[in-house]
C-alpha cells in the first residue's frame, strides 16, 4: 500500500509535469507566432522607415533646390531693380539735362508753329531762316545734338529756296520734333 501511494504520487507528479509541458510547449508555440508575426511588422516597418527617409531626403533635397532657386531669383531681381534705379537716374539725368536753358542764344523749335514761323513763303519757295540755323554746341544730349547737325547738314544742302509741298512739310517736320526735341 505505501508501494501503490508511492506510485501514485509519482504518476500524479508525471501527469502534472505532462500537463506543465504541454502548456509550455503551447506558450511556447504562441510566443513563436507572436515572435514571427513580430518580425514580419518589423521588416515592413523598416521598409516603411526606408521609404519615409527616402522620401524625407527628397523632400528636403527639393525644398533645398527651391531655396536656392528662390535665393536666385532674389539676387536677380535684386540686380534688376539696381539696374532699373541706374536707368531710371541716368533717364532722369538725361530729362534735366534736356530740359535745362540752352546756354547759348540758338533758338530751339519747340513747336511746330516755332518751325513755321522762322520760315518765310516766297511765292512757291519755302525760305528758311539762316540765322535761326546756327552751328552752336547746347548743352543737350548727344542724341539732340546729332539730330540738330544732321538738320543742319539736311538744310545746308538744300540750298536757301527749295519746292516744298507745306503739308509734307508740316508732317515732316513735327514728326522730327516728337522724335528728337
Known amino acids: 500500500a505505501e508501494m501503490e501511494?508511492?506510485?501514485?504520487?509519482?504518476?500524479?507528479?508525471?501527469?502534472?509535469?505532462?500537463?506543465?509541458i504541454q502548456q509550455l510547449e503551447a506558450e511556447r508555440d504562441e510566443t513563436e507566432r507572436l515572435l514571427s508575426t513580430l518580425t514580419y511588422k518589423m521588416k515592413q516597418m523598416r521598409h516603411e522607415n526606408l521609404n519615409l527617409r527616402q522620401r524625407l531626403d527628397r523632400c528636403e533635397s527639393e525644398e533645398n533646390e527651391k531655396l536656392n532657386q528662390e535665393?536666385?531669383?532674389?539676387?536677380?531681381?535684386?540686380?534688376?531693380?539696381?539696374?532699373?534705379?541706374?536707368?531710371?537716374?541716368?533717364?532722369?539725368?538725361?530729362?534735366?539735362?534736356?530740359?535745362?536753358?540752352?546756354?547759348?542764344?540758338?533758338?530751339?523749335?519747340?513747336?511746330?508753329e516755332n518751325i513755321h514761323n522762322a520760315a518765310t513763303v516766297d511765292g512757291d519757295n519755302l525760305v528758311v531762316d539762316a540765322t535761326i540755323v546756327q552751328n552752336e554746341e547746347l548743352s543737350t544730349p548727344h542724341r539732340v545734338a546729332l539730330a540738330r547737325q544732321k538738320w543742319e547738314a539736311r538744310t545746308a544742302n538744300q540750298n536757301a529756296s527749295f519746292d516744298w509741298d507745306y503739308k509734307n512739310d508740316f508732317n515732316r517736320w513735327s514728326k522730327f520734333e516728337i522724335k528728337y526735341l
Not at 541716368?90 to 539735362?97: A, K, M, S
Open 5 to 20: 501511494q508511492h506510485l501514485q504520487r509519482a504518476l500524479c507528479t508525471v501527469d502534472l509535469q505532462e500537463v506543465r
Open 71 to 112: 535665393e536666385e531669383h532674389r539676387r536677380r531681381e535684386k540686380l534688376y531693380q539696381e539696374q532699373l534705379r541706374k536707368k531710371e537716374k541716368t533717364l532722369h539725368q538725361v530729362r534735366e539735362i534736356c530740359e535745362r536753358p540752352l546756354v547759348s542764344s540758338t533758338r530751339r523749335f519747340k513747336s511746330i
